[in-house]
Every structure is written in structure tokens, then in C-alpha cells.
């Protein structure tokens, strides 16, 4: 296991398009998050999973985000009608819960430019 | 709501001399600390951490202290190396109390001068 694994790495897309954002968490983690990173702040939190189940949406997230993690494994992160405003660094995070330590491991990020 | 606050921006150190890192945090329910470090370009990396049920953690050259009655927590790296220069965020979650999610600050900027 490499660890979490994000796909792509970068996407440039023109403002109105959809984009579709991959992430393979570290296998037997139960809990996926989503971030979002832009420049000069820390990840600010999107949505997580705990298994497939989808417990929390940041208000920051409008309606046109969503997200799916549907065996419990890997989760798509889906813009649609991108705008500027959406250009940030997307981050999948995986954690273990219920174990002693539980610290969450990210991936390498998909950022995302929209044009 | 800043939950878990980093007041520092920036920090520049000596090579050699110790780095002291800050965090704030509002969540009484947090009990699982947590700091990371990030160069450009790539996910955060997970450095040390620390439960709620301890006071200090150990590991090499990093050392991280918690004050709950204070609400503070702190990264003490010692000795500082160039290859330390990085931002590190720290981030709270509550492993008791069900389902909370990981929050970060919004990080300090570390430069360690040769």
C-alpha cells in the first residue's frame, strides 16, 4: 500500500465545465475526507465519509459539489459549473477510527484551474 | 468559526537553534492533536501527534507539548535544518464523541537560515 492516492494531479478546465476528482484511500481506512487548500490557508474541511455513509457537508459547499464514496473504498469529489472562484488544491485525506492512533494521511492534492 | 488558530504566520530560526510553533484551540471536545507538515505542491505530511491524556510526545528532534487547561499546544523542534523549512499546521480532532472531523489552522510558514 502506497498510500492515499489522488487522480490527477492537475486539472485545468474552462469555467462552466465539470470536473470529476479521484481519490484511493489507504486500504481497511473507514474514514475519507475532502479538503479544500488555497494559498496562504490551511485545508479547509469539505465533506467526509465514515465507510460509505456521508456524515458531514461543510455550508461552504454549494450544490453544486458533491461527492460519493459508494463500497467504502475509493471516493469521486464532482464539481459542476466550475467557476474561478472553485481554482484551489483538493486534498483526500484517510483515517483509521477506532484505533489507538489516529491520524488522518493525505494525498498528494489535485489542483484544480479553472480558466 | 476558527476552531484551531495559529497566530503566527511566519517563523525564521537559525539552523541549529530550536523552532517553537504555536496553536490555539476553542474545542473543548477536542482530545487528539495532531501536526503536519507541507512543502509546495504536495498533500500534507503527517509529523507527530499527541491525546488529550498526555501532557508531551516525544519523537527525535520534534517535541510536542499540550496545555489543556490553556487551550495551547506547541511544536518545539530541535536542532532546527534547513530541510525543516516548511509550513506546519496543526490540526484537533475528538476521538471520544463519535463523528468529528480533523480541523487545521491555517498554518505557520517555517524558514530555517543556513
Known amino acids: 500500500d502506497t498510500g492515499v492516492s489522488q487522480n490527477p494531479r492537475h486539472k485545468i478546465t474552462k469555467r462552466g465545465q465539470n470536473v470529476t476528482f479521484r481519490c484511493d484511500p489507504i486500504?481497511?481506512?473507514?474514514?475519507l475526507y475532502w479538503y479544500r487548500q488555497t494559498l496562504g490557508q490551511g485545508p479547509e474541511f469539505l465533506t467526509y465519509?465514515?465507510?460509505?455513509?456521508?456524515?458531514?457537508k461543510s455550508r461552504l459547499l454549494s450544490d453544486r459539489f458533491s461527492a460519493e464514496r459508494p463500497k467504502g473504498s475509493f471516493s469521486t469529489l464532482e464539481i459542476q459549473r466550475t467557476e474561478q472562484g472553485d481554482s484551489a488544491m483538493y486534498l483526500c485525506?484517510?483515517?483509521?477510527?477506532?484505533?489507538?492512533?489516529?491520524?488522518?494521511?493525505f494525498g498528494q492534492g489535485t489542483r484544480l484551474t479553472v480558466v | 468559526d476558527q476552531q484551531v488558530k495559529q497566530n503566527s504566520p511566519s517563523l525564521s530560526v537559525q539552523e541549529g537553534r530550536i523552532s517553537i510553533l504555536n496553536c490555539d484551540y476553542t474545542?473543548?471536545?477536542?482530545?487528539?492533536f495532531l501536526w503536519y507538515k507541507k512543502y509546495p505542491a504536495e498533500g500534507p505530511t503527517f509529523l507527530i501527534s499527541?491525546?488529550?491524556?498526555?501532557d508531551k510526545n516525544e519523537d527525535g528532534r520534534f517535541t510536542v507539548f499540550l496545555n489543556k487547561s490553556a487551550k495551547h499546544l506547541s511544536l518545539h523542534i530541535v536542532p532546527s535544518q534547513p530541510g525543516d523549512s516548511a509550513v506546519y499546521f496543526c490540526?484537533?480532532?475528538?476521538?471520544?464523541?463519535?463523528?468529528?472531523?480533523?480541523?487545521f489552522g491555517t498554518g505557520t510558514k517555517l524558514q530555517v537560515i543556513p
Open positions: 499527541i491525546s488529550s491524556i498526555k
Open positions: 485525506a484517510s483515517q483509521l477510527m477506532g484505533g489507538q492512533d489516529t491520524e488522518a494521511f
Open positions: 486500504s481497511e481506512h473507514n474514514r
Open positions: 465519509f465514515q465507510n460509505e455513509a456521508q456524515l458531514e
Open positions: 474545542n473543548s471536545m477536542f482530545d487528539y
Open positions: 490540526a484537533a480532532t475528538a476521538n471520544s464523541g463519535g463523528y468529528q472531523k480533523v480541523t
